[in-house]
């Protein structure tokens, strides 16, 4: 667990993530993350659901639909 502390950012409020935490979510300045809800509470992530959610619908088309996908793109 990492305690932070809610701090000024100009007008608004912000958190500093330390440099371990940056490591581990491959992120760094200047990078976008996502806070989402879970039942857990709230997680930060890199990654982008609902880009996630949509590539599980692409994969699935995909799998489904191979023949149809060969015969395009010919």
Sequence with gaps: ???LKVTTVGSSAGIVLPKEVL???KIAKGDSVFL?????GFRITPYDPDFERQ???ARKVM????DV??????
């Design 1 to 3: 667990m990492v305690k």
């Design 23 to 25: 490591t581990r979510l």
């Design 36 to 40: 989402t809800e879970s039942p857990e």
């Design 55 to 57: 590539m599980g619908l």
């Design 63 to 66: 799998s489904e639909r191979r």
């Design 69 to 74: 996908l060969r015969a395009l793109a010919k």
